[in-house]
Each structure stands twice: as C-alpha cells, then as structure tokens.
T-cell receptor, first 120, second 109 residues
C-alpha cells in the first residue's frame, strides 16, 4: 500500500517552455502533498506544501509564479514549471501524506519515483 | 541547525547486518525518529519510524537508546539492493520533513 506515482519520469524541453508534472496517490487519499527538488549530489529541498482545495504554501526563495501547484483532488497534485530555464533542470519529487493528523501512522510521507527535468 | 548527525558513508559486506547510527542529542520528548532511504535516481522510500520504543518491520529494526539521544537502523541481512543513501530525520508530529545529507551505504559483494 501507500504508492505514489509521478508522470512523466523524464522530460527534456527547450528553454522558455512550460512543463507539467503529475503526482498521484494510487491507493490512498492524500490531504497534503509536497513537492521537493534535488540537485546532483545534494539532498532533497522542500519547495512547497499543498492541501487539497487550497492554495499551496511555498518555502522561502521558491517563486510561486514560476512553480505553479494545483491540488484539485485527494489523489492528484500537479507542478507546472513555467518558462523553464536551464537552471531549473533538476530532479523533482513529490510526496503524499495520508489522512488526518490524528494517527501515529498518517504522519508518514510516501514519495513518488521522481521526475528528471532537463531544460536545454 | 541540523537535528541529526550521521556518518557520511559506510560499507557493509553482503549478507551481514548493516548498522547505521544517527545522533540526535537535542531531540525533544515528542519528536519522532524517521528513517528513509534513497536509491540512486529514485524517490525516497520509507523504512521505519519510532518515538521511544524499539521498532521492527519487514525491512529493518530501529533501536532507540533509553535517553533517546541516538538511534541505530539495522538491516539484518544486507543485499546489494540495499545500497542507497539513508536519511535519519527527527521531527514533531505534523512537522515537515527536513532531509540532511544522510549516510551513503555501500553493500559490497
């Protein structure tokens, strides 16, 4: 159980284009989803937190107009990188937290396999 | 400030137990200890977590010292597929996960 998928797994695009990445919780409902970015040989950095039906909360230094997040349902969140540039090339990973914050188990986050974005 | 300290790398022989230490000397009474691992070019995988008591599941065992200032993740019979970066994370319930550099475990044939 607790499987999270991401699509696409890999994308190459030209500078200036927009790229959408989907994150789905396959066997549970995720009230909260998270987006991370990981540069080579570095650890994961949280970009934003999104709750179903509300606006995302962005970490300091992350441009909300550049990284658009939509969490329209309990099983789907999307990250759109707008007007992508080479410096946006990175490994983008989503995670999902199940249920209400009232259980020992539901604070655990389950991560997707990641999306490798390369901007030429 | 980092809440945890882990060795940057470790080696382990295939078939032997891998014992990964984590120091969290400033842990608070209601902070949990979580372990995740990340195999190259994949998303992190949840392994185990605990509060005070030792925990065991099908993947690993988590041993937390009585004073809770350190813990050890034990992979009882390491295989080559256990080669990964292992992250020890300390956090309050509901708090976001903060990933440090972790320990790069290499399982050697």
């Amino acid at each position: 159980g607790a499987v999270v998928s991401q699509h696409p797994s890999r994308v190459i695009c030209k500078s200036g284009t927009s790229v959408k990445i989907e994150c789905r919780s396959l066997d549970f409902q995720a009230t909260t989803m998270f987006w991370y970015r990981q540069f080579p040989k570095q650890s994961l950095m949280l970009m934003a937190t999104s709750n179903e039906g509300s606006k995302a909360t962005y970490e300091q230094g992350v441009e909300k107009d550049k990284f658009l997040i939509n969490h329209a349902s309990l099983t789907l969140s999307t990250l759109t990188v707008t007007s992508a540039h080479p410096e946006d090339s990175s490994f983008y990973i989503c995670s999902a937290r199940a249920g209400q914050l009232n259980s020992y188990l539901t604070d655990t986050q389950y991560f997707g396999p990641g999306t490798r974005l390369t901007v030429l | 400030d980092a809440k945890t300290t882990q060795p940057p790398s470790m080696d382990c022989a295939e078939g032997r137990a891998a014992n990964l230490p984590c120091n969290h000397s400033t842990i608070s009474g209601n902070e949990y200890v979580y372990w995740y691992r990340q195999i190259h070019s994949q998303g992190p995988q949840y392994i185990i977590h605990g509060l005070k008591n030792n925990e065991t599941n099908e993947m690993a065992s988590l041993i937390i010292t009585e004073d809770r200032k350190s813990s050890t993740l034990i992979l009882p019979h390491a295989t080559l597929r256990d080669t990964a970066v292992y992250y020890c994370i300390v956090k309050y319930y509901g708090q976001n996960f903060v990933f440090g550099p972790g320990t790069r475990l290499s399982v050697l044939p």
